[in-house]
């Protein structure tokens, strides 16, 4: 019976403490429209780093572009708040606000 001494399990078909292979993307989602990543395939964990604050700041997201989830109300944001979003496959994204910037965003595959 193996025992917690035994050794490290090889993941992904590699050697023994790697890690798999996760992609990652760049979106360039704008304030106002609703839009899907390039890989629809899987789920992703999306990044927008605030680097602008601004007013009347939302994000919602859904599996059509109507994005009728919403995840943050209308708020205030402040420059260098990270927000992190878990999107399904094939679903849209979709943050609107006033002033407000998102120059970061970035999307990796879960």
Known sequence: MPTPSDGVIAAYGGASNTGGNAPVLTPAFVSGT????ADTSRD??????CTTSGTATSIAIG??????????PSSA????VVYKIMLPA???YKWTG?????????????
């Not at 992703?44 to 780093?49: G, I």
């Not at 059509?64 to 995840?71: D, E, G, K, P, W």
């Not at 006033?98 to 879960?110: E, L, N, P, S, V």
């Open 34 to 37: 609703a839009a899907q990543l």
């Open 44 to 49: 992703y964990n999306v990044y927008l780093a």
């Open 63 to 72: 599996p059509t572009s109507a994005v009728a989830n919403t995840i943050l």
């Open 77 to 80: 944001v402040t420059a260098g």
């Open 90 to 92: 094939g679903w849209f």
């Open 98 to 110: 006033t002033t407000t910037a998102f120059a970061t965003q970035t999307a990796i595959g879960c």
